[in-house]
Every structure is written in structure tokens, then in C-alpha cells.
């Protein structure tokens, strides 16, 4: 059995969010906080957040799923100074105050496209967050990636077509192969994810994982003007994936909201499965 709190929180007491937890703790888990994806609210893509947390609650695992200011039901931070950066970093830095606040353990940061970023750098700064899942969050490109994107750019249809009315072929593929690929939009309410320089990604990296941080990347088809092969993340940081500490996972079939109900409950299980692995519980004892 689970018990599902709503909660005000965070400097301005601005911030709404949901804990999600076990009748029964159970010490040696971590607890879980979902950074919203997108412009989209606590609940996630799909009810992602929602079925996913529900899930953990089930192995014991506690979480907060809340909205950053200006989303769902949470005020926005007009009154504060600095930028949309600033203010989601302070709201993150809330929820982790929060979940720190009402578990006795570690923290695993999970998020979806800008909220994989987003956690991405929460992990990076505070050394109580020990894991973090990203999905489909901003990737280095490879030669591989490139060489495909050129590939299928060139047996489109599209390109042919063009041809067929005098357009240049080299120039409808590299359109092609470019489009989309030095950004992803913008809303005045997301802040702005622009990808880290690889030498900076890679120390980051190697930050964490030597403070034992575990990582689990998983990249969908998507979002293939960002990633489109399995071992892009390998190809771009060769000494860092070792199955483990840091795990790579790549479905080409999976769309980057995960509304196929068979996709979404694959995904679940394959988080539900790494966090298990990754921590054991020492006892259960009645939740407070």
C-alpha cells in the first residue's frame, strides 16, 4: 500500500507537489524527485511521473513530483530577481531540500527532455542526489550519429523529389540532415537547455560517477535529430559507460512521450529493476 500527501513548499511557499510513499519504509532506498518535462505538470508525459512513482512507492521507495514555478499549480517566481535559469534552479534545490527533509537517505533526480538537463545539473551540484535517470536529455552528436542522419536524409523521398524539380541534391540532404539540429524550440516558460561543451559534459561526469553517483541514460527514436544510434553516448565517451555505474539504453521504436501504454510499462520496469539493483533495503519498519 502507498500514501499520496499534496504539499506547499519552497522559500515563498510557492510550490506544489505530491509525496508519494510506502506504508512501510524501508531504510537503504533512496527517495525519488521528478523535475516537471517540458511545460508539462507534476504528472508527467502520459501520467508518467504518476504510474511511475506509484511503482517505486511499491519497492519501498518514496518520491515528490512537483510543478517549477509558473507550471501547474505553482505561482510563478515573477517577484524574484534573476533569470527562468535561477528560478528553476532554486525550485529543484526546494525539492531536494524537501525530499532530504522527509526521507533519511540518498536522492535520485528523474527527468524527461529539459527536465533531464535540468537533473542533469542538480546532480551534478548537490552531493545528496546519488542517482539520476535522464531521458532523451541533450547528447553529444558523433561522426556516427552524422554519417546516419546524412544516409536517411538521402533515401527520403523528399530529396528525390526535389531532385526531380531541379533543386540541387547536396543541398536538400544537408537541409535535411541540419533541420532541427541546433535547437529545440523555445517557451517562456523553460529554460533554455543549450548543450554543454563535450570537455565540460565529460568532467562533469567524471565527477559524479567518482563520488559514486549512478546514472542511467535512456534515449527514445523520438528524438533522433538528437540522438539516433546505440552507441552514440558510447562513441562520444568511450572510457565512461561501463554498464553499470553508468548505463546506457537506446529504443528506436519508443516515442519521446512514451503514450504507447506498452512502451511506458517497459520503461517503468527497466527503472523500477535499476533502482532495485542499485539499492537494497536493509529492514522495514512502519513509516512515520
Known amino acids: 500500500m502507498i500514501a499520496e500527501k499534496p504539499l506547499v513548499f519552497g522559500r515563498s511557499d510557492s510550490l506544489v507537489g505530491v509525496w508519494c510513499a510506502p506504508v512501510e519504509r524501508r531504510p537503504g532506498m533512496p527517495a525519488v524527485v521528478f523535475i516537471n518535462a517540458g511545460i508539462i505538470h507534476r504528472v508527467g508525459p502520459n501520467r508518467l511521473h504518476v504510474n511511475l512513482a506509484r511503482t517505486l512507492a511499491a519497492a519501498g521507495v518514496p518520491s515528490l513530483r512537483f510543478d517549477l514555478s509558473g507550471l ?16 528553476v534552479k532554486r525550485d529543484v534545490d526546494d525539492a531536494l531540500d524537501l525530499a532530504a527533509s522527509l526521507h533519511d537517505g540518498g536522492i535520485v533526480v528523474i527527468g524527461l527532455c529539459s527536465g533531464a538537463d535540468n537533473a542533469f545539473h542538480a546532480a551534478t551540484r548537490d552531493p545528496r542526489v546519488v542517482g ?67 570537455e565540460q559534459m565529460r568532467a562533469e561526469l567524471e565527477r559524479m560517477l567518482g563520488r559514486g553517483v549512478r546514472l542511467l541514460y535512456i534515449f527514445t527514436g523520438g528524438l533522433s535529430f538528437r540522438y539516433n544510434y546505440g552507441g552514440q553516448f558510447a562513441d562520444a ?51 512515520a
Open 132 to 198: 539520476a535517470v535522464l531521458l532523451d536529455p541533450n547528447a553529444q552528436r558523433t561522426r556516427g550519429f552524422y554519417l546516419r542522419r546524412y544516409v536517411r536524409a538521402a533515401a527520403s523521398w523528399k530529396t528525390w523529389r526535389s531532385v526531380m524539380t531541379g533543386a540541387p541534391i547536396a543541398r536538400r540532404i544537408a537541409r535535411l540532415a541540419g533541420a532541427r539540429a541546433n535547437g529545440d524550440g523555445a517557451s517562456p516558460f523553460l529554460a533554455p537547455t543549450t548543450l554543454m561543451p563535450k
Open 237 to 287: 565517451f568511450p572510457k565512461l559507460v561501463d554498464g553499470r555505474t553508468l548505463r546506457v539504453k537506446y529504443y528506436g521504436d519508443w516515442d519521446h512521450t512514451f503514450s504507447d501504454p506498452q512502451s511506458q510499462a517497459r520503461l517503468i520496469a527497466l527503472i523500477d529493476g535499476w533502482v532495485r539493483e542499485n539499492w537494497k533495503a536493509t529492514e522495514t519498519v512502519p513509516a
Open 72 to 87: 501547474g499549480d505553482s505561482l510563478a517566481a515573477r517577484d524574484e530577481r534573476g533569470s527562468i535559469l535561477d528560478w
